[in-house]
């Protein structure tokens, strides 16, 4: 078991198996559903807090988060989690590093250090930003909503994929690096 | 306004837990990996596809199972429209072309050493912050109420769930075909 644990790569299938066994176990015996998108919300009305409370206070969309649940709740703490246990699971694997810009980011747009990180940042702001107006991410939409078949959840993974395939194409294989 | 700390121990303690086995299996599963993403949206490597199906097959069977043995809990979907479940999917789509990971895998992607997403960690609150500051334009012209769905495919189309969770079987059974229909091409077994 201890060998299992220590192994670099699980088979997609068994961390299939046991994300569905994760899910269900937190929707029937916690009654939550797995989600990450509102931990960021409350972290962005966080920023508000220290720097223009009265900013927050006025934004009914924030405001609407924070008076049900308060500022940590089980989303946040599972985002945090999601870090720790990552960091446990490569803790057990074989030391790997990963590059800061990674290889097809940089088959295209070059080495630059700062070109990824602008690319990231705005990745972040696009993606959180789509997450919202969605109203979930890949684990509140596609593996909470997906299994219960709702149809948000399968047409948020038709947009996804609808556009994000396309995307990825015009981005990363348009032209080699020069 | 009294905003509370926190929404209970239970919830914290559980909710810990439950994102460190969610972590863990994120990144045993390489999904934590920019390649991997990218590589999904390229189609060239389905890993992502792998997990999501198997675990929809999976999760979904033991949800509608229960149901059907008299089970009575209720489902818990998002309530959003159909317009915002797919525009909003869309837009994620490109956000996730661009920075590689989506926001969960790429939480857990921070503890796999990517450094590269600590901007993108930033820039999903950014993400977030500008939604929370469009959200009364967007809410009134963007979201009609009338659309507000929050439906499942058997109670929309009036059929057993099960005909789409055979469906959902089926892509993983062709995904775990081809698997081994690759693997025995590459050890020689069989001639391409």
Redo the contacts between chains.
């Keep these: 078991m201890l060998d299992y644990l220590k192994?670099?790569?699980?088979s997609?299938?068994i961390?299939?198996?046991?994300?569905?066994?994760?899910?269900?176990?937190?929707?029937?015996f916690?009654?939550?559903?797995?989600g990450?998108?509102t931990a960021?919300?409350r972290?962005?009305?966080l920023?508000?807090y220290w720097f223009d409370v009265e900013h927050l206070?006025g934004?009914?969309?924030?405001?609407s988060y924070?008076?049900k649940?308060?500022?940590?709740?089980?989303?946040?703490?599972?985002?945090?989690?999601?870090?720790?246990?990552?960091?446990?699971?490569?803790r057990l694997?074989k030391p790997?590093?990963?590059d800061?810009?990674?290889?097809?980011?940089k088959d295209r747009f070059g080495d630059s250090y700062i070109k990824?990180?602008?690319?990231?940042?705005?990745?972040?702001?696009?993606?959180?930003?789509?997450?919202?107006?969605?109203?979930?991410?890949?684990?509140?939409?596609?593996?909470?909503?997906?299994?219960?078949?709702?149809?948000?959840?399968?047409?948020?993974?038709?947009?996804?994929?609808?556009?994000?395939?396309p995307?990825?194409?015009l981005?990363?294989?348009a032209k080699k690096a020069r | 306004m009294e905003i509370p700390i926190f929404s209970g121990w239970s919830d914290l303690f559980t909710g810990l837990f439950a994102g460190v086995v969610f972590g863990f299996l994120l990144q045993k599963g390489s999904v934590t990996r920019f390649s991997t993403i990218v590589n999904q949206l390229l189609l060239h490597d389905f890993t992502v596809m792998k997990v999501m199906l198997t675990a929809i097959a999976v999760g979904g069977s033991m949800i509608y199972g229960l149901q059907y043995l008299g089970s009575d809990v209720e489902l818990n979907i998002s309530s959003t429209t159909l317009f915002s479940s797919l525009f909003g999917g869309a837009v994620f789509g490109v956000g996730m072309v661009v920075m590689g990971y989506c926001p969960g895998t790429g939480v857990a992607a921070l503890a796999d050493g990517a450094k590269d997403m600590w901007f993108g960690f930033i820039g999903m609150i950014v993400g977030a912050a500008l939604y929370a500051e469009l959200f009364p334009l967007i809410q009134n012209t963007l979201k009609p109420a009338s659309q507000l769905v929050k439906t499942t495919l058997p109670e929309y189309f009036g059929v057993s769930p099960w005909v789409f969770l055979i469906l959902v079987w089926s892509a993983v059974v062709i995904l775990v075909f081809l698997d081994r229909k690759a693997a025995s091409v590459k050890s020689g077994e069989v001639m391409a």
């Design positions: 192994k670099d790569r699980w997609p299938y961390v299939g198996v046991l994300l569905a066994l994760l899910s269900v176990y937190c929707f029937y916690l009654h939550h559903t797995l990450t998108s960021f919300v972290l962005a009305a920023f508000w206070e934004n009914s969309y924030y405001m924070l008076a649940e308060g500022w940590i709740n089980w989303q946040s703490a599972l985002v945090f989690g999601v870090f720790l246990g990552s960091g446990l699971a490569k694997s790997d590093k990963q800061f810009v990674p290889k097809i980011w990824r990180a602008v690319g990231t940042f705005l990745g972040g702001v696009i993606i959180l930003f789509g997450a919202r107006f969605a109203g979930g991410c890949t684990s509140g939409h596609i593996i909470s909503g997906g299994m219960q078949l709702a149809i948000s959840g399968w047409l948020f993974m038709i947009g996804l994929f609808g556009l994000g395939v995307s990825a194409y981005i990363y294989k």
